[in-house]
């Protein structure tokens, strides 16, 4: 079965637990872990209790429903870029390809190129090559390069390496991704984001003050502007081989 596709729209995200109960057992069930709002899933929704789905590819599940997710519909309604940002296995690739009535964009193209699995990326490419034709690829691929330089232009005040009071790490490369690292050692994934008005750059609840021209850089949080997060260049070879071997 394919599942259905959901988008976390909650602002503290969707608690992950290890398995469904009633709401009077809340207290009894921690959860395992917070997908972050804006997040897409695929998962299954048929045979569960209402307003609970189990994660493809299972064993792990969430509340769903108004004011926590929303429902963007079954697997051939939604853009390849959808699809790839899921765990979505390569079979069910090859059959959205098959029977999708939806075209292949741009935005689609630069969403394949983000899979972090170059064997998974490779044969997504290849598909949509297929699909698409070789002319028709190219041209597509002509405006992602473009595409490419320009948004790299546009984040180049939160590129670098930085360090943060609480001990926290951080890589922002040339596309908008995060690479950080806890104190612990443990694993921070996250991506800069461009506004869809090209007017700021963000982070979560967090938008870039470019105002400022100091070698720090200062994120406000968008609601309350007085609330800021400092990230101070680090340019020691230290920093830059503890987040090179961790990823």
Not at 76 to 85: I, S
Not at 91 to 109: A, F
Not at 220 to 246: F, M
């Amino acid at each position: 079965h394919e599942g259905v596709f959901h988008r976390v729209i909650h602002e503290e995200g969707a608690n992950l637990y290890r398995e469904m109960f009633d709401e009077s057992e809340a207290s009894e069930h921690p959860r395992a872990g917070v997908i972050p709002e804006g997040t897409l899933i695929r998962g299954f929704v048929d045979g569960r209790p209402e307003g609970w789905m189990e994660l493809a590819p299972g064993g792990a599940f969430i509340r769903i429903g108004k004011g926590r997710t929303e429902d963007l519909g079954a697997f051939m309604d939604q853009k390849l870029a959808t699809v790839v940002q899921t765990t979505t296995p390569i079979s069910m690739v090859k059959r959205w390809m098959r029977g999708s009535p939806n075209e292949i964009t741009l935005q689609d193209v630069m969403q394949v190129r983000e899979i972090e699995n170059e064997r998974v990326r490779l044969a997504v490419e290849e598909l949509a090559r297929e699909r698409m034709g070789e002319e028709a690829y190219e041209r597509v691929q002509n405006q992602l390069f473009e595409t490419i330089d320009g948004r790299r232009k546009r984040l180049t005040k939160a590129l670098g390496v930085f360090t943060t009071q609480n001990g926290c790490v951080w890589h922002v490369t040339g596309d908008g991704k995060i690479r950080g690292l806890h104190p612990d050692g443990s694993r921070i994934r996250d991506k800069v984001m461009i506004a869809p008005d090209n007017s700021a750059l963000e982070l979560g609840p967090f938008r870039l003050d470019e105002s400022r021209t100091c070698s720090c850089i200062h994120w406000l949080r968008k609601e309350n502007p007085e609330n800021q997060w400092v990230w101070q260049q680090d340019h020691s070879l230290e920093t830059r081989t503890r987040i090179g071997n961790a990823f």
